[in-house]
């Protein structure tokens, strides 16, 4: 088992060392790890994301952590991009310079518009709710015109304070996965949802189903923002892993592809969780 998506002291708002995910990680059985920390490059929002300058000192911490812990977990690099149309030359130059395992792409500031964090308007109940879903899936359809990242994260990130759109907006959706099938892309699982008013994890089932009908493949990640958050939920996002049709995850090394399997058998603990609470109802 991996978990593809862990924040660290750099990005400002997480708590805990790197260490301590790490430890954590372990005392999980998970074999693979990979800090995903932000770099988010939008003036009105400080304190969300490290600066470029201190990516060099994050990427040599990680590289530091992959040697000291080689023989107990196989820890990764990587990045989460905010999409911001005017900044894709600068992005591309920081990529170039480090070789990174993974490069993730996700979308947390649609136009400018704040659509993830609990003082923004959006979550407080004011804009309007269908023109906020069509403002999010066009930027996502121009995120995908750009071919810098191997993964997308948290796709339908714009449900998560439970904020429902009039209309369907399946069609944009399908346009989008279609596009993410063509430029053989990874969508990632995120289980951090389920701790939001949506009460799901990104992707929701039907439009994972719909990932494994296209032949997407996926990874798997927490957004763990301190250590005890590693591997959160993952009793309730493998049964749905499976149901959906998935049998491997994918990992990366310096953004080369390689999927593991995902055994039931070293996983039953978290397969026989969710049975257990079913059973419990
Ligand atoms: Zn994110
Ligand atoms: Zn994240």
Redesign the pocket.
């Known amino acids: 088992m991996i978990d593809y ?1 862990l ?1 660290t002291l750099f990005c400002n708002h997480a708590t805990g060392g790197m260490e301590r995910y790490i430890q954590k990680a372990i005392d999980l059985g998970l074999q693979e790890i990979c800090f ?1 920390d ?1 770099l988010t490059i939008q003036k009105a929002e400080p304190g969300l994301s490290m600066t470029p300058l201190e990516i060099p000192y994050y990427f040599q911490a990680v590289r530091v952590l992959k040697k000291k812990y080689r023989n107990q977990i196989s820890v990764k690099a990587g990045l ?1 991009l905010d999409f911001n149309p005017e900044y894709i030359d600068f992005i591309q130059d920081i990529i170039g310079t480090f070789a990174f395992d993974v490069i993730a792409a ?1 979308l947390h500031f649609p136009g400018g518009l704040d659509v993830v964090s609990h003082r923004s308007a959006w979550r407080h109940g004011e804009k309007d709710v269908d023109d906020v879903y069509k403002l999010y899936f066009n930027h996502l359809k121009k995120m995908l015109d750009h071919r810098y990242f191997d993964v997308i ?1 948290h796709i339908d990130l714009i449900k998560k304070f439970g904020r429902k759109p009039s209309r369907s907006f399946e069609r944009a959706i399908d346009e989008i996965l279609s596009k993410i099938k063509e430029k053989n892309l990874t969508v990632e699982v995120n289980t951090s949802g389920y701790n939001h008013p949506v009460g799901n994890a990104y992707p929701s089932p039907d439009i994972l189903r719909k990932c494994h009908e296209k032949g997407i493949g996926i990874t798997l990640g927490s ?1 763990a923002h301190k250590p005890a958050e590693v591997g959160q939920h993952y009793e309730r996002a493998l049964p749905m892993i499976l149901s959906a049709g998935y049998r491997d995850l994918a990992t990366f090394t310096k953004r080369k592809r390689s999927e593991i399997p995902i055994k039931k058998r070293e996983n039953i603990h978290y397969l026989n969780e969710v049975t257990d609470s079913n059973a419990s109802k």
């Open positions: 998506h924040h995903l932000h989460e996700s994260c957004d």
